[in-house]
């Protein structure tokens, strides 16, 4: 790509020279400094813009010599557009710098936040992958993590209300509460009420953050409106007019407005001396248990609301206990696999997709997923989507 500007040089130069004189084809060597900024650096594309403009001082000079109005108005007119091309690459390779440090931040901010699973953790072997719906992300609204306690491993699959970057806070929330708590608490259900008395704190506390700033925005909107009401009688002493309510502006009445927040997620608990996995559904979708015989979905009996939303009525938090046998698999994911859609808005048929690979691997069966989910979509995700498949080893 960096040799086709000096072959267009060298070939317009040529052509221009031997064709007749009311053809004039000079001006095109502004494409090669052109077509090299797309490709190269600033210094490459000075470089190619002085050889395009010494090409043009030798075509004036071989066809109508350099005094003539119409080459030096083709040399200066080069000289600007060159100019003009050298300076935006300048700029674009300093906006190319920033934005990759930015990424870098982001990239290490988003593995600090979501943690990769490790690939063995205990008795059991562990896979995930993490497809983010807005560009460039890597975390978004879903989440997943693991730990170990003195009898067995925890794990935590989550999907925070909305989805991308905006739902980042949330998700580090819940994933820090995970993190200090599951070996602190010796049953599921201790450990899901801790969680869900987590986010309900921190949610009561985004709360009064907005009623706060909500408060604050009423009163400036208060004290413009005296303020212009003053101004008002002071131009118009005798003329009376009415005040009509203002709306607060888009930013101010979202804060007001709070809206709802909750994070739907499942507990596992599974011991190493035992052929079991216990399991809390919180408004989560149901995990699926991948056997040589068939796929079975381990739908719990009262599955309790999503974290967050334990506030609103009591919650009691039911443990369902599932065979977990050497050589079975749990594939646990998040609603943005399952309610994924393709052109014709047809969602993802995951169990029946998951029963061709049932058998491969952890690793290798989410590459099929993953490949076959974005196929699916086609490349394009409308909502985070995670999946973690947990093997128990012999």
Not at 1 to 28: E, N, Q, R
Not at 55 to 70: K, Y
Request: charged letters at 20%; one cysteine or more; a negative charge.
């Amino acid at each position: 790509m960096t040799a086709l500007p000096l072959a267009l040089i060298v070939l317009i130069t040529v052509v221009d020279v031997l064709s007749p004189a009311a053809v004039h084809l000079g001006p095109l060597l502004i494409v090669a400094p052109a077509l090299t900024a797309s490709v190269a650096g600033p210094r490459a594309t000075a470089g190619v813009a002085l050889l395009a403009l010494a090409a043009l001082t030798v075509i004036g000079a071989v066809r109508d010599g350099l005094t003539t109005i119409n080459i030096q108005s083709q040399l200066s007119a080069q000289v600007i557009v060159s100019a003009l091309i050298v300076g935006l690459r300048v700029l674009r390779e300093r906006h190319e710098r920033e934005l990759t440090r930015v990424r870098s931040v982001s990239e290490a901010a988003q593995r600090v936040l979501l943690r990769p699973l490790p690939e063995r953790i205990g008795p059991l072997h562990l896979a995930s992958v993490y497809l983010a719906a807005e560009a460039e992300a890597q975390v978004g609204g879903d989440l997943y993590a693991a730990a170990r306690t003195t009898t067995g491993t925890r794990l935590l699959v989550g999907d925070v209300r909305g989805k991308g970057l905006s739902s980042l806070g949330d998700a580090a929330l819940l994933l820090g509460a995970f993190r200090a708590a599951a070996h602190l608490h010796t049953d599921l259900p201790s450990l899901a009420a801790y969680l869900d008395g987590s986010v309900c704190w921190d949610l009561a506390q985004l709360a009064e953050a907005r009623r706060t700033e909500s408060r604050r925005a009423e009163t400036r909107q208060a004290e413009t409106r005296q303020a212009e009401s003053r101004s008002a009688e002071t131009r118009r002493p005798s003329a009376g007019r009415s005040e009509r309510p203002q709306r607060l502006p888009p930013s101010e009445r979202a804060a007001d407005e709070g809206g709802e927040s909750f994070i739907t997620a499942v507990l596992l608990d599974i011991p190493d001396d035992t052929e079991f996995v216990h399991l809390i559904d919180c408004g989560h979708p149901p995990p699926l248990l991948l056997r040589p015989e068939g796929v079975t979905t381990l739908s719990t009996r009262n599955p309790a609301p999503p974290l967050g939303l334990g506030e609103l009525a009591p919650v009691t938090y039911e443990v369902q206990t599932f065979p977990f046998r050497p050589g079975d698999r749990l594939l646990i994911y998040t609603d943005g696999v399952i309610e994924a859609r393709d052109a014709q808005h047809r969602f993802y048929p995951l169990t029946d997709r998951v029963t061709a690979w049932q058998t491969e691997r952890p690793a290798v069966l989410l590459n099929h997923l993953r490949r076959d989910l974005l196929t699916h979509v086609g490349h394009r995700l409308d909502d985070d989507a995670a999946m973690v498949v947990v093997e128990r080893l012999p």
